[in-house]
């Protein structure tokens, strides 16, 4: 290694140098870290970490049953490292080209149907403040696809009506509100009757935590999480199959039945590559496989 700084010292100059986000930070602090535990306890040399010690890592984990997300998430920021320290001079890209297990091209969590989405919202009583605020997050979610912690960070003051009805939000991983996306007339309305009973001043966040204790204190993400598998739940939706990162697919899957291109859906998701949104083309026409349309059409020829 080109320099007299410890592998220690570098992690850490290599995390406040590119990895902006606190949260993603302390990701990557610890993906990290169980790679360095990973050659100390095999007895490599930490200062002079070579291409093969990548490699053992991954069928290490690989062995160890880790699925393949979390193999990729563990093998990124180790590329991410030594990427950075090529560039800066202190060592080789001995991560470069090492690959990660090929994904699953199948999410995780079930979509819910047009008809199973209907009995959710309708599943909500809408007599208290809680119910009003329940309903509106559920409406936005399952109409815009976004995540719990977007929905956590909106401000009252990021939904706009003024020439389109939109609201900022921000991303996952990202620092700033840096996108918009429009509002569908039925959101604006379950919003509308939440935050008519809500005394607001300022910029405060557009849903906050009722209880006594929390003294209207912004929504948790786990909060939010908690609260759509309980309606789910009381639907007849049990297992880890279901939570609130499902309306997320549903938003998707549900716009891609219904002929949104997948240009759109992908606008609305925010993904960065139409290629991550193809997750939710892939998984449709692996239904459509299953009914075989095609095969029920031959049945009633011959």
């Not at 997320?248 to 549900?254: M, S």
Request: aromatic share 6%; with cysteine.
């Amino acid at each position: 290694m080109k320099t007299n700084n410890s592998i220690t010292k570098l992690i850490g100059e290599f995390l406040s140098e590119t990895i902006a986000n606190p949260r993603s930070r302390q990701t990557y602090k610890a993906t990290l870290n169980r790679f360095m535990f990973f050659l100390k306890k095999s007895g490599r040399d930490i200062e002079n970490v070579k291409r093969a010690d990548v490699v053992d890592y991954k069928v290490k984990l690989i062995n160890d049953g880790k699925s393949a997300l979390t193999i990729d998430n563990y093998l990124a920021s180790v590329r991410q490292f030594f990427k950075w320290m090529s560039e800066n001079g202190y060592h080789s890209n001995i991560a470069e080209g090492i690959k990660s297990p090929r994904r699953s091209r199948v999410f995780r969590k079930k979509y819910l149907t047009a008809a199973q989405v209907r009995k959710l919202l309708d599943v909500i009583p809408k007599n208290s403040i809680k119910g009003l605020r329940d309903f509106a997050i559920v409406s936005l979610m399952v109409r815009t696809g976004m995540r719990c912690i977007e929905v956590s960070r909106i401000n009252v003051e990021d939904v706009l009506t003024d020439d389109v009805l939109c609201v900022n939000i921000q991303r996952k991983g990202r620092v700033e509100k840096e996108e918009s996306i429009g509002l569908t007339d039925k959101t604006i309305d379950a919003l509308n009757d939440y935050l008519i009973k809500r005394d607001l001043k300022g910029n405060p966040p557009l849903f906050v935590n009722h209880s006594i204790k929390a003294n209207n204190q912004r929504i948790q993400s786990s909060h939010i999480n908690r609260i759509v598998k309980g309606y789910m739940e009381s639907i007849g939706l049990h297992g880890k199959k279901y939570s609130a990162h499902s309306l997320r697919h549903t938003a998707a899957c549900n716009a891609l039945l219904n002929g949104a291109s997948i240009y759109d859906v992908k606008a609305m998701l925010g993904h960065t590559s139409v290629s991550t949104t193809e997750i939710y083309t892939d998984m449709l026409d692996e239904e459509r496989r299953l009914v075989n349309a095609p095969g029920r059409k031959l049945d009633e020829l011959y």
